[in-house]
């Protein structure tokens, strides 16, 4: 997700997107010990995903 995509939204829409994005993090790394991701870089994405939703919060 992009910063331009992450201006868009709302305050709810942002808490919502971090919230789903936190889930998504923590599942991709349980799969991740248990077996290697095919594309381990999915993991830096959404890490980077998170910190972009919180900043956007904080800044609002």
Known sequence: MKQ???KGYSQA???DKLAES?????DLK???V???L???SQITKLRKTI???KTA???S
């Open 38 to 40: 095919e594309n381990p």
């Open 30 to 32: 349980r799969t991740h």
């Open 51 to 53: 910190a972009r939703l």
């Open 13 to 15: 829409e942002l808490s």
């Open 4 to 6: 331009s995509e992450v």
């Open 22 to 26: 936190q889930r998504a993090y923590t």
């Open 57 to 59: 919060i904080n800044n």
């Open 34 to 36: 248990v077996s290697p």
